[in-house]
T-cell receptor
Framework: IAGITQAPTSQILAAGRRMTLRCTQDMRHNAMYWYRQDLGLGLRLIHYSNTAGTTGKGEVPDGYSVSRANTDDFPLTLASAVPSQTSVYFC???????????FGQGTRLTVV | KQEVTQIPAALSVPEGENLVLNCSFTDSAIYNLQWFRQDPGKGLTSLLLIQSSQREQTSGRLNASLDKSSGRSTLYIAASQPGDSATYLCAVRPLSGGYNKLIFGAGTRLAVHP
């Protein structure tokens, strides 16, 4: 089934550790996004990529980095995790600003 | 700054009722508006996408309208079923600041009881 695959599904991580959340899409969409969802704060954009080879900062980029080496993959890295990064992380993609955005199933990350 | 508000925050209805979920946004300069459904502990499922030039979109028992000038959208669910229970989110894609951002409302949590 075509769509977005995120891994892992959930993770408990010690503070200070490095972690990469994986995201792969098979729809050949140009744009990809990372959001975090927190109770009371809703969904907020962390980083985005309009096309392979380009990335940009969203609303809450601090503490996170991304890369877009090819069309399909958009990993999100936490260089040194902190408890405030405990959240549910969603990867999304769309072909253009005029088309639907599709979301993955999310990664539930707990930093302790 | 674009802000998206959804009212009500929560709604509980008996099965079979027709219902309306509301979404308002402060800046009418948008590419489009998208409605999503989110089940507990799950990802977002796209329901309907309305372009800024459109007035409404329909999919099965769902109908979404858009009044861009007044900054409002409604999601109409006909003959609600217990399986419709979920959180419904609306999101706008603004024209300014790049199209890379979807700005979300906080959602309406819907419970349909038998």
């Amino acid at each position: 089934i075509a769509g977005i695959t995120q891994a892992p599904t959930s993770q408990i991580l010690a503070a200070g550790r490095r972690m990469t959340l994986r995201c792969t899409q098979d729809m050949r969409h140009n744009a990809m996004y990372w959001y975090r969802q927190d109770l009371g704060l809703g969904l907020r954009l962390i980083h985005y990529s309009n096309t392979a080879g380009t990335t940009g900062k969203g609303e809450v980029p601090d503490g996170y980095s991304v890369s877009r080496a090819n069309t399909d993959d958009f990993p999100l890295t936490l260089a040194s995790a902190v408890p405030s990064q405990t959240s549910v992380y969603f990867c999304a993609s769309s072909d253009s600003p005029m088309t639907e955005a599709f979301f993955g199933q999310g990664t539930r990350l707990t930093v302790v | 700054k674009q802000e998206v508000t959804q009212i009500p925050a929560a709604l509980s209805v008996p099965e079979g009722e027709n219902l309306v979920l509301n979404c308002s946004f402060t800046d009418s300069a948008i590419y489009n508006l998208q409605w999503f459904r989110q089940d507990p502990g799950k990802g977002l499922t796209s329901l309907l996408l309305i372009q800024s030039s459109q007035r409404e979109q329909t999919s099965g028992r769902l109908n979404a309208s858009l009044d861009k000038s007044s900054g409002r959208s409604t999601l109409y669910i006909a003959a609600s079923q217990p399986g419709d229970s979920a959180t419904y989110l609306c999101a706008v894609r603004p024209l300014s600041g790049g199209y890379n951002k979807l700005i979300f409302g906080a959602g309406t949590r819907l419970a349909v009881h038998p």
